[in-house]
């Protein structure tokens, strides 16, 4: 087909946690502009496969934009050149005939490398452990009005949670921080009536395991929200970061 | 969460960053405040006097404590933040993240901060110490021409250009980032922040720069 492209490919090879890694350079042939950038790697896992070579591990579920699970360092960019997407929603096109491509893992001391490109994330899990979510039943949707919410904190509750957990942030950020996704996660708690009851508690317990976890510190450069593929967390990062912050010492 | 463990979290320690870094900001208007008076151009007469005051009045010598701790607060806090971020990325990435995310001096406030410090050192040696003599000594010190015997190399002229550049860019992310840092973001006010933040990073180093160039120029005597 006209306007298919061959490129080559830096891969992040490691076998697992203790080994060491490399780039690995593989050519691939006739790849579809159409192609999103998961298809373009199940193309190379085939050819490795054909030629009996161990296929690359790479993180994936959904292949629509919504799980986060997806999780590639493409030319020095989480998720990829273009913004507001996940790696499976990125397409072949944004690429052109005869480009390098590096992919890497995520790289923080806080998600280790499992295999290739697969890291273990299970440090949000435990953030999130550690109070993302209300200690009661706060029962069915409210009739309406019955609770009233602003409307400008209804939509940023709402924007807030519009997280993915996928790890972009941290995978930016020059400190490895993860302050988008634990104040993305306080905020869509405590901007709510339900959620204000155990905010400062919430803010101090995940900050704490956030701490724990071995992220490193914000210093506000502002990388993650351009890299975040819910594009929506960019107008409120700050706003979130806050809301955290302010709730941090309340009480 | 322990008060203890409140205090050593990573968010207060960026509180601590971000009040001593105002502390130093306040500091730098009235250096600059009072070193532009040698603009007055009269040899020297207003800024000897406004230098005088300061070097002998009681309330600035307190202040002038409190700078030092301030500022050595904040070097040592940063350190300790750098090796944690350090730490947290063990392996660096084969492509780094680049400046389609982020200003590189937004990303470079260490390198700019220790750029300052080693400024500090000659800025100290060339000035500080000499006042500091000549008070413990109880002689007259002429500041003013201390200021034109350093200025007249041009080797002093380059290297406080330079310093003044770092505070700059430092100023250019500090200002915005420190508010932020205390969590007072506001729909309203932190667009005037940074509106503020960055007409001052621009405007307070380019007076300071204008005093060596000035004095080397001639332009001032
Ligand atoms: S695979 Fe689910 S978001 Fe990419």
Known sequence: MSGNMNLTLKVWRQKNAEQKGELVTYPVANISPDMSFLEMFDVLNEQLITEGKEPVAFDHDCREGICGMC???????????????????????????????????????????????????????RIIAKGGYISVNTGNAQDANNLPVPKVDADKAFEAAACIGCGACVATCKNASAMLFVSAKVSQLALLPQGKVEATERVQNMVRQMDLEGFGNCTNTGACEVECPKGKIILFSENFFSEMRRNFFLK | MSNSELFTSSIAKKYVMALTGLFLISFLVIHCTINSLIFVNDGGETFNEAAHFMSHNIVIRILEVGLFFGLVLHMVQSLILTLKNRKARPVAYAVAP????????????????????????????????????????????????????????????????????????????????????????????TPVIKTVGFWFSIIVPAIFAAMPLAIYLGVIE
Request: net charge neutral; glycine share 6%; proline share 3%.
């Open chain 1, 71 to 125: 999780s590639m360092h493409i030319n020095g960019r989480a998720h990829g050149p273009n913004n507001g997407v996940t790696t499976c929603q990125l397409h072949m096109r944004s690429f052109n005939d005869g480009d390098t491509i590096v992919v890497e893992p995520w790289r923080a001391a806080a998600f280790p490398v499992v295999k290739d490109l697969v890291v273990d994330r299970s440090s949000f899990d």
């Open chain 2, 98 to 189: 680049s400046n389609e995310s982020s200003k590189w001096y937004a990303r470079s406030m260490g390198i700019l901060g220790s750029l300052l410090l080693l400024f500090l050192v000659v800025h100290m040696s060339n000035f500080w110490v000499p006042t500091k003599q000549a008070v413990f000594a109880d002689l007259e010190h002429n500041s003013f021409e201390a200021m034109k015997t350093v200025f007249a190399e041009w080797y002093f002229v380059a290297i406080y250009l330079v310093g003044v550049g770092s505070l700059s860019y430092h100023l250019m992310h500090g200002f915005q980032s420190a508010f932020q840092s205390l969590g007072l973001n506001h729909k309203k006010y």
